[in-house]
Nanobody
């Protein structure tokens, strides 16, 4: 079992920045590929970014490419999502997820463990 806790969400003006964190106590964090997903009101959950267990490869959604950066610190058992140039359409609940398998997945159904999410609101 992997326990994931997101933090760092909040209200930010358009063009602003936020850094989300996802903490995972325990010895197994460094063995999982990790992903960020988001769900806006009335919409389905969508892929944002993913990173391999060692941090060597990343994937991004086209909608956030160049504005968001996923990273991880395995020594701290923490996943990050640095978000910049935020837009109102980035408003959503952001979830981190852990994937036990080898390939880097974009499909949420491939992920085994989920956090409860953190709200990001981009508004003036």
């Amino acid at each position: 079992q992997v326990h994931l806790v997101e933090s760092g969400g909040g209200l930010v003006q358009p063009g602003g920045s936020l850094r989300l964190s996802c903490a995972s106590p325990g010895p197994t964090f460094s063995t999982y590929n990790m992903g960020w997903f988001r769900q806006a009101p009335g919409k389905e959950r969508e892929f944002v970014a993913a990173i391999t267990w060692a941090g060597g490869r990343t994937r991004y959604s086209d909608s956030i490419l160049g504005r968001f950066t996923i990273s991880r610190d395995n020594a701290k058992n923490t996943l990050y999502l640095q978000m910049s140039s935020l837009k109102p359409e980035d408003t959503a609940v952001y979830f981190c997820a852990a994937d036990r398998s080898g390939p880097l997945h974009l499909n949420e159904y491939e992920y085994d463990y989920w956090g409860k999410g953190t709200q990001v609101t981009v508004s003036s």
